[in-house]
């Protein structure tokens, strides 16, 4: 393989923790490494026994590979750990959630008022027919009721299946019938952008596609009216006004008794083909983990403001914003709306208004920072902040870079967070209190989480400190020329307590897709390389590696160079058919405000990626665009770019935050190549 791919390798920056963040640190001794992986299980346990248990565990782990149980025996309630427990050790009027609206609205509420609306809406639930085991489908705004409604169904054992408020009446209608729901908790409407999303008239649609199982749904007036916004649909035997019921309710409804291996929520996945999967989390395992990654990975402090500013439609939502911090207690801002309304400063303003001081986003979110300008986030005052986290991507050293020093003005630690729907939580990431980061990598697993990198045969090839790596060719395994690093598959060789327990309904696609590729070890999908350091520099899906005239080449690597220009904000690459190489490489390029395009920009573009990665990694094509198709959590279908170079109809484009984009895109490729 060329010894000159190293675009990311050759990042040699490192950033010590400073002696003050150390000192304050939630966990500052490196010594927690050893420990954890002499005894794992032991590890896991220390974290379980801080929440509260009905009923204590009888065996920590039970692995029938690929079936984990954790905490074994051992009853609990989430909802009671996210929300009662801090009520009751004397935190009732710390403020849990402050909400605020896109139209600048804020509603705060302490944890003593959570667990007084949790209890209502959770009584309200009841009251329309859910019982423990039956599963909600929760369709809201980004709105303090959304986590809320999450926590009621906890409260009551009922499963959560959150379908994100931007998807079709299409998506909708497929996650309610697949999960079974009994109910819908949705809105009239929710902001985005200075504009109603009618909630209510997409649930009507959804449910005019036939959704059997569905017996009622319950509209929390948002906008105002719950009738202005669903065209005058109203079916009064199903569908149920928020302000007619809940306020009614008593705020007494005790919390049940949840075996540690009762089902807490489904997520769908869309992941690159088939239809959506729904990852089934568990209760024990998954509130211990999140627990833990949440407090030593974001060094949570009584006075922290927590900012994760992820949709509760996507995992992050549900792992931080509800359970790992809500488990902790901590304070935390949940905002409605779009990062440019009314202007592009206003997650600044947020930040400013709130005194937020730590904050959790995405690398697509950073990099469309960094393209409006300095600007914005210079006009505000970000003195509060004292952490940053990055989750969804690969982060560009770049925009890690412009993220360390325009936002955290050189005096907040990075931590890049590793993991997926389906790991539940955090697997790899710095802790801040120890780790030297390096811009791009997100360094090491979290204790007790024992992480590899498998070669396509399935060897085992993470090079151990100091030695020497190994990289799998045509030729078989050889050892890496440079001596520094290896690239191959991202492996998870033990259980952890927050991992799936399975696909809603298919317990034989989550072994196909999991567990089939290598038999000994968790497949996520992803390619990384380690470093001689023992760091870990995701490198995106597996199957976003070109192959071009035989040198594996990852989007990402290709991505990061073009993003190291001057002139682009964000770029995405592909592999495109090519008669000679094999693939060739398309790049979709977005310029900075600023510059615009034309044949010198896209020489000088090119030559760029030459120069810093190697001819070979040259692109064929590149493209001016305004915009990228990306999903709602921001990440770029390259699949549909793959559509769009290779002049193919375009595939599922449900997921889409916004599906005019690529057929956009489409039009003007055809036209202007
Ligand atoms: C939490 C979340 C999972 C996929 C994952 C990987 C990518 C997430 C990353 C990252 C590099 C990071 N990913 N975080 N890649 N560095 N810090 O995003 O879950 O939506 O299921 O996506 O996202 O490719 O496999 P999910």
Redesign the pocket.
């Known amino acids: 393989m060329s010894d000159t791919l190293h675009t990311l390798l050759t990042e040699d920056r490192s950033y010590e923790p400073t002696p003050e963040f150390r000192a304050q640190a939630n966990v500052n001794d490196p010594e927690v490494y050893q420990r954890a992986l002499s005894d794992p299980l032991d590890f896991w346990e220390g974290w379980a026994r801080q929440l509260d248990w009905y009923e204590p565990w009888k065996k920590v782990l039970v692995w029938e590979r690929p079936f984990a149980k954790w905490f074994v025996g051992g009853k609990i309630n989430a909802c009671h750990n996210c929300v009662d427990r801090h009520v009751a050790r004397g935190l009732g009027d710390k403020v849990a959630l402050i909400g605020e609206g896109e139209p600048n609205d804020v509603r705060s509420f302490t944890y003593a008022q959570v667990k007084d609306e949790v209890s209502r809406i959770a009584n309200t639930l009841k009251s329309l027919g859910v019982s423990k085991g039956d599963r909600v489908c929760v369709y809201m705004p980004m709105i303090p009721e959304l986590p809320m409604t999450m926590l009621a169904c906890a409260r009551i054992g009922a499963a959560h299946s959150v379908v994100f408020g931007g998807f079709s009446a299409e998506s909708l209608h497929e996650r309610i019938n697949d999960a079974g729901a009994k109910v819908v908790v949705t809105a009239d409407g929710g902001w985005r952008r200075g504009h109603v999303v009618e909630l209510k008239r997409i649930t009507d649609e959804a449910l005019a596609k036939g959704c059997p199982t569905i017996e009622k749904v319950l509209v929390y007036e948002r906008i105002g009216d719950a009738t202005a916004y669903d065209k005058g649909h109203w079916d009064s035997s199903r569908d149920v006004r928020w302000s007619d019921v809940v306020p009614q309710q008593s705020v007494d409804c005790p919390c049940e008794p949840m075996d540690s291996e009762d089902l807490l929520y489904i997520l769908y996945?869309s992941g690159s083909t088939g239809k959506p999967k729904g990852i089934m989390h568990s209760t024990g395992g998954y509130l211990t983990q999140t627990y833990a990654t949440a407090q030593w990975v974001f060094d949570y402090k009584p006075d922290d403001v927590f900012w994760c500013t992820a949709d509760c439609g996507?995992?992050?939502g549900h792992?931080y914003i509800v359970y790992g911090p809500m488990a902790n207690g901590v304070t935390q801002v949940v905002y409605e709306g779009t990062p440019d309304t009314p202007d592009k400063d206003r997650f600044w303003r947020v930040i400013e208004k709130h005194g937020v001081t730590i904050l959790y986003t995405?690398?697509t979110a950073i990099r469309t920072f960094m393209k409006w300008g300095d600007e914005y986030p210079d006009r505000c005052d970000l003195s509060s902040l004292r952490l940053l986290g990055?989750?969804?991507?690969?982060?560009n050293p770049e925009a890690w870079v412009w993220y360390h020093e325009t936002i955290g003005k050189q005096n907040c630690p990075i931590v890049?967070?590793?993991?997926?729907?389906?790991?539940g939580a955090i697997l790899?990431?710095p802790l801040p209190g120890i780790t030297s980061t390096k811009p791009g990598s997100?360094t090491q697993p979290f204790p007790g989480i024992h992480a590899a990198v498998y070669n396509e045969i399935g060897d085992d090839v993470t090079p151990r400190h100091g030695a020497l790596g190994f990289y799998n060719t045509a030729e078989g395994r050889q050892p890496d020329p440079n001596g520094r690093e290896i690239g191959g598959i991202l492996t998870i060789k033990e259980p952890w307590p927050s991992m799936l327990r399975g696909i809603w309904g298919d317990p034989e696609r989550y072994y196909n897709v999991y567990w089939s590729r290598f038999n000994d070890a968790y497949f996520?999908?992803?390619g990384t390389k380690v470093d001689s350091d023992g760091y870990f520099w995701?490198l995106?899906?597996i199957d976003d590696v070109m192959l071009v005239s035989g040198h594996n080449i990852s989007t990402m690597e290709v991505e990061s160079a073009l993003v190291d220009h001057v002139a682009v904000a964000e770029a995405a690459v592909i592999g495109k058919k090519h008669e000679i190489k094999g693939q060739g490489i398309s790049a979709f390029v977005i310029l900075r405000t600023g510059h615009t395009g034309s044949p010198e920009l896209e020489k000088a573009i090119k030559d760029h990626v030459a120069m810093k990665i190697g001819a070979i990694a040259r692109p064929d094509d590149l493209f001016f665009c305004a915009e990228l198709p990306k999903t709602r959590?921001g990440?770029i279908m390259r699949r549909l770019l793959r559509d769009v170079a290779e002049g193919r109809a375009l595939g599922d484009t449900t997921t889409l935050a916004d599906p005019g984009v690529v057929a956009n895109l489409k039009e003007r490729y055809e036209h202007e190549s």
């Open positions: 996945t996507w995992v992050t792992s995405a690398p990055s989750v969804g991507e690969p982060i890049d967070t590793w993991w997926q729907t389906e790991t790899i990431s997100a996520p999908g992803d995701l995106g899906r959590s990440k």
